[in-house]
Nanobody
Framework: VQLQASGGGLVQAGGSLRLSCAAS????????IGWFRQAPGKEREFVVA????????YYADSVKGRFTISRVNAKNTVYLQMNSLKPEDTAVYYC?????????????????RGQGTQVTVSS
């Protein structure tokens, strides 16, 4: 599975962005997709994840109520709608895919990772 994240950019605090994670392959619906982020000088952080069938979603406390993950398996794409952005959301965001998840919030559970997209939120 090859993943490509896009949609990042520069936005003012309180603004919104929608990230996309496009995947190759015909078995996309069998993969859980997670979004992670990493800011300069900080550790990689789990943001949100969604199961292959889209039924279950998992959010980090820091983004609950502001971010929404969704997927359209017919388009091999997962979306991350980010609202009410804060300067602390500034990071490189990347998506990852996994067939079998042991711990959905752990990056180590994912088999594939795409290139990231930069999100910068100005104050």
């Amino acid at each position: 599975v090859q993943l490509q994240a896009s949609g990042g950019g520069l936005v003012q605090a309180g603004g919104s962005l929608r990230l996309s994670c496009a995947a190759s392959g015909r078995t996309f619906s069998m993969y859980a997709i997670g979004w992670f982020r990493q800011a300069p000088g900080k550790e990689r952080e789990f943001v949100v994840a969604i199961t292959g069938n889209g039924v279950s979603t998992y959010y980090a406390d820091s983004v609950k109520g502001r971010f929404t993950i969704s997927r359209v398996n017919a388009k091999n794409t997962v979306y991350l709608q980010m609202n009410s952005l804060k300067p602390e959301d500034t990071a490189v965001y990347y998506c990852a895919a996994a067939r079998i998840i042991l711990t959905i919030t752990s990056a180590h559970s994912y088999d594939y990772r795409g290139q990231g997209t930069q999100v910068t939120v100005s104050s």
